[in-house]
């Protein structure tokens, strides 16, 4: 492992985006790459990295031990895992997820990666969204030196488990719908789970300090500047 290697702690390697992240980092000696989380995850093979279990409330300490530069927050939930209930959802997707950036700048991480959604919005008359609108509303007042919100569309890739009937039709579908989106529906478009893993890879490892929100073309280009393993 390179002596300049970034180190990145990431929160929720169990989900889609985070299991992508992982896989992303197989090989790299760019990234020095730790996870949280609240069970044990499927290591991809070949990779070589730290996971740490541990409850929520001991996650600040595990960063404290730790001492990433950057955190990448994969953290979140659907309405059917949250048993259709606004307090659970909440409590996964704004709770954890704030008390997590919270820690994280107690304990000096510099860059804060947090993955939200397209349309998020804390006006917005849509339970999720506004949720999610809300979330970053208050990552911002946490004033890392660093912040980069990703709005991606619907994700594209293989869950293991909880994916809706509609979610897989609207997959499905998304070569032609993402042909028809235009203006401002373009940000909906259906996008590859491992192009925005590479897009939260890049920005993590980046220097410049300021707060930005990527929608799906922002994100392309983020990905586009992880720089590619070279096969020897």
């Known amino acids: 492992m390179s002596d300049g290697a970034t180190r990145i702690c990431l929160i929720g390697a169990t989900g889609l985006i985070g299991g992508k992240v992982m896989e992303e980092c197989i090989g790299r000696e760019d990234v020095r790459l730790s996870a949280i989380a609240r069970r044990e995850a499927q290591l991809p093979r070949g990779i070589r990295m730290e996971l740490f ?20 927050c994969a953290l979140g939930t659907t309405w059917k895992k949250a048993g259709q209930d606004e307090d ?24 804060f990666v947090a993955v939200s959604s397209a349309g998020a919005d804390p006006l917005s008359k849509t339970f999720y969204l506004r949720v999610k609108g809300e979330t970053e509303r208050e990552l911002t007042k946490i004033r890392f030196p660093r912040l980069d919100i990703l709005r991606p569309g619907l994700l594209r890739g ?40 590479q897009a939260a890879l890049a920005l993590a490892k980046s220097a410049a300090r300021g707060r930005f929100v990527h929608d799906n073309d922002g994100i392309i280009r983020a990905a586009k500047r992880l ?4 096969d020897e």
């Not at 279990?53 to 990448?72: D, F, N, Q, T, Y």
């Not at 659970?88 to 860059?111: I, M, P, S, Y």
């Open 88 to 111: 659970a959802f909440r409590a996964v997707d704004q709770d954890l997820v704030l008390a997590t950036a919270r820690a994280a700048k107690e304990h000096g991480v510099e860059r």
């Open 227 to 230: 720089p590619q393993l070279v």
């Open 158 to 197: 293989k869950r293991d488990n909880d994916r809706r009937v509609g979610e897989r039709l609207g997959i499905a579908a998304a070569p032609l719908a993402n042909m028809l989106m235009h203006g401002k529906y373009r940000q909906y478009r259906a996008i590859h789970a491992e192009t925005v893993a």
């Open 53 to 72: 279990v541990a409850e929520p409330e001991k996650w600040g300490e595990v960063l404290e031990a730790m001492r990433p530069k950057a955190v990448i």
